[in-house]
Every structure is written in structure tokens, then in C-alpha cells.
């Protein structure tokens, strides 16, 4: 039963990703993470303030089911299916405990030096975790979509602005890793 | 009895982005140093699969199980609002190591400040509403 608890490979999860896309597409729907943000923004009024707010938000009522269902497979995933750990590459280990004292890969799902409870009493921390939230916000409906609405769904239907969004996202977090890290960590 | 299909759909999703470790922030990382091939590995063989099975679909002209039109539109023709919006996005996904799905999951999974980058990520969406005509694209 080792396959429940150990990382599941890349030639595993990539297909399966594919077919969850594809479940979408069967069902008349999309694959896209990011608009239920949108969906939640305009289910709690937002239409008051913005056009871009003002539209039938319950025909998307589904999305918030898969996120529902997200939470769930979270929750499952981390209770009864894994011990918790991420095994990186060791030199990239290495490097984050050398360069940013970040020491807990390969021990937790998340550096606890970002995510951990004790961080939290850190307002750095706090205000790094809410701009990232909003750079991901942001960035995803200026853009129309996420990893999974441009770089999966997007590219599967070989359309060109998802190209240039994808390399966007690269762009953005290579700068982010290699020019930006130095700087706030 | 549908929205349990979509609830369904969301757990199976929630299950791979966490044991796939795509919802990990050391993997996001490893990924930008490119210190390893599984992330790359994941997103080429979810779209390799993804470019013949969408291909088969508008060949053959498939409809989705309720009828009506498949959900594949072609999106609308800029250089702008793609990259200057996916660099956005892309320094937040590294910073914080989650896009919007994982979020999600590791809400699910127990991890407590990830409420934060989501209230940043609701916050990130109303903004983009608020000054979206005044943006290029």
C-alpha cells in the first residue's frame, strides 16, 4: 500500500490532472482555479462596486464546489494518505538552509519558517503572505487565468495568449527566486 | 446531483495537487532553481495528454454528456494583459508557493496561514475589478 502514502510521480499526476481537465469538458465546464475567486468576490456583493462584479454569479456555483471538493482532497491527502514531507533535490535543500536559513526541507510539507504557527507572530511574515495572495490575485485576472486556466487548459487548446502567459509566469517567478529572494529573505 | 459530480471532481483534484507535491512551496521553489524535473515533468505530460485529447474533441466534434458546446473558446488576442499579468502572478506564485488551486488544499490539509494568501488573493481579484478599466490590455 506504499503507493498511498509515498509522493505520487509525475507520470501519475500529470495524466490525472489531464482527466480532471477532461471531466470538466465532459460536463460542459472548464478548467480554471482562480475564476471562483471572482465568483466569491461578486457572491459577496463586489457588483456594488465594479462592473466587472456584476454578472450571474450563480451559473458558477459549480466552481465552488470543486473548491469545496479541493479542500477535501487537502484535508484527506494530509490526514490519511502522507507523512507530511517534501524530499527536494538535496543541493537545493542545501542552498535554502545556507542562503535563508529555511531548514525544514525534506521535514514538513511547508517551510515552517513561512507557514509555521510561530512565524504568524511575525508581522514580516504576515505581510508576506497577504502580498503574495494579492500578487496571485491580481496577476491571475489581469491575465484571465491561472496555471490551470492558461497552462493546462490554455496550451491544451494551443492558444497563443496562454503561451505568453505562461511565460509570464516564468518570468515573474525566476525573478521572484533569483533577484527578489536575496532581497526580502 | 450534478454539483456532487463537480464536488467529486474537486476532491480528486485536491488529492493530486497534494500527493503530486505541486502543492508544496519547496517544489515551487526546486522548480524555479530547476533542481528537479518532477514539476516540469507533471505540467508537459497533463498538457501532452491534454493537446491530443482536446484535438480528438474539436475533430470529431464531441459534446459534453448534457449536450450543448464543449468550453473551449479561443481566447481573445493581446500581448499586454498576458505577460504583463503573468509576471504579476508569477512573482506571487513563487513567493508564496501556491496558485489558486493548491490554496485550496492546503487550507484543507491544516495549514493555517494560507487564510492570509488567500485573503490576498480575494483581495488581488476585487483590486483587479476596481481599476480594471484603467488598466492596458
Known sequence: MNWITNPWPWYISGPLIALIMFMLLATGKKFGMSSNLRTVCAAVGAGRTSQFFRYDWRADRWNLMVVLGAIIGGFLASNYMSDNTVIINPAVAQQLSEEYNI?????????????GTEALSNPYTIILLI????????????AGGCTSGHAISGLSNLQLPSL???VGFFIG????????????? | MRYLIYLAIGVLFGLVMFKSEAASWFRIYEMFQFGSFHMYGIIGSALAIG??????IKRKDLKPLGGGKMNLHDKERSVTRYLVGGIIFGLGWALVGACPGPMYVLLGAGYSAIILVLIGAIAGTFLYGLIKEKLPH
Request: aromatic share 12%.
Open chain 1, 131 to 142: 502580498v503574495g495572495g494579492v500578487l496571485v490575485g491580481f496577476g491571475a485576472r489581469y
Open chain 1, 103 to 115: 531548514q525544514s526541507a525534506g521535514e514538513n510539507y511547508l517551510p515552517l519558517e513561512i507557514f
Open chain 1, 164 to 166: 505568453i502567459a505562461v
Open chain 2, 51 to 56: 493537446i491530443v485529447g482536446v484535438q480528438v
Open chain 1, 173 to 185: 517567478g525566476l525573478s521572484m527566486v533569483h533577484l527578489i529572494f536575496p532581497l526580502i529573505f
